[in-house]
C-alpha cells in the first residue's frame, strides 16, 4: 500500500523549538530546520514548502521586520509565529507585517489546528462600518485602538492590555469609546472574537475548545459564556442547527443586547 507524501513545514528556529514543532507534527508533516532566514529562502525556492513556523523574538534573524521580507516574498504560504510569553508590542509588530497566526510558546498544542486554519483562510476582513464606526470621526484614542484591535484581536485578552499600550487607564478608554462609537471597547472586542468563532465553526475538524483557544479564550466555558451572553444561544447549537450555514446570522450592535437576526445588523461572516 502507497501512502501519500507528507507536507513540508519549514520551521525557522532553534533546535529546541524545532524539537517540540517536529513532535506536534510528525504525524502530518515533515519539518525542515532553518537557522537563517537567507536559507529559509533558498529552500523554499528549492522545495514545495506547505507552511513556515517561525520563532519571534528581536533577534536580527526572525525580527517582525525580517520575517516581513519572508511574508512579502511568499505570500501565499501560511506563516505561523511562536513568541515567547505575553510580549505584547512584540505581537503587534508580527500582526503588521502580516503574519497568519501568532501562538504563545506555552501553547504550542493548537499549532495544528492554526495551520490549517491558515491555509483555509487570513483573518478576516474588518470594515468598520459593519459596526457602526466611523473611524475619520472618531478622537486619536479611539484610532490607535480599533488598530490594535484589527492587528491583535485573536490575541487580546480584554481591555487592560489595551489601555496599558496605550499608557492610558481603562476608564478613558472606555469615555472615548461612549463619546464616538455605538459600542464599548471591552463588547466590541468580544465581537470580533465570536464573529471570527462562528466563521471558525463551520470547519467541522475544529472542536469547540480549539476554536476557543484560536480566537483567544482561556477555555472553553469562558468562551460557550460569552457567545451566549452575546447572541443567546450556545456555539453548539449554531453548529448543530445551522450544519455549517451561517450566512443569515447578523449582530445587531446597536442594541442593548446582541441578538440573531435576519433582517437587520451587522453581518458576521
Known sequence: MSYPEKELCLVLSG??????????LKVHYLTIRSRTLERAINIIRQR?????????????????KRLSRLKSSFPTIPLIGVFEGNNLELARQCGKVGLDYLIADCNLKI??????QASLERKLIIDWSDFG??????SQIVQDTLKIYKEMYLHLKGVREVADEL???PETLSRAFKKHC????KRLLTL?????AIHLLQNPGLSLKEISALVGYSNKCRFSESFYKLLNFHPEELRKKKKGNYSLHYFQINSKKTSCDQNSGTKIN
Open 167 to 169: 499608557e492610558i487607564a
Open 133 to 138: 464606526i466611523n473611524i475619520d470621526s472618531c
Open 111 to 116: 499549532l495544528y489546528k492554526s495551520i490549517q
Open 182 to 185: 455605538p459600542t464599548g471597547p
Open 15 to 24: 533546535v529546541e523549538l524545532f524539537t517540540k514543532v517536529k513532535r506536534i
Open 48 to 64: 514545495h514548502v506547505s507552511c513556515i513556523v517561525a520563532h519571534i523574538d528581536s533577534h536580527y534573524e526572525t525580527s517582525p
Open 192 to 196: 470580533l472574537k465570536i464573529r471570527h
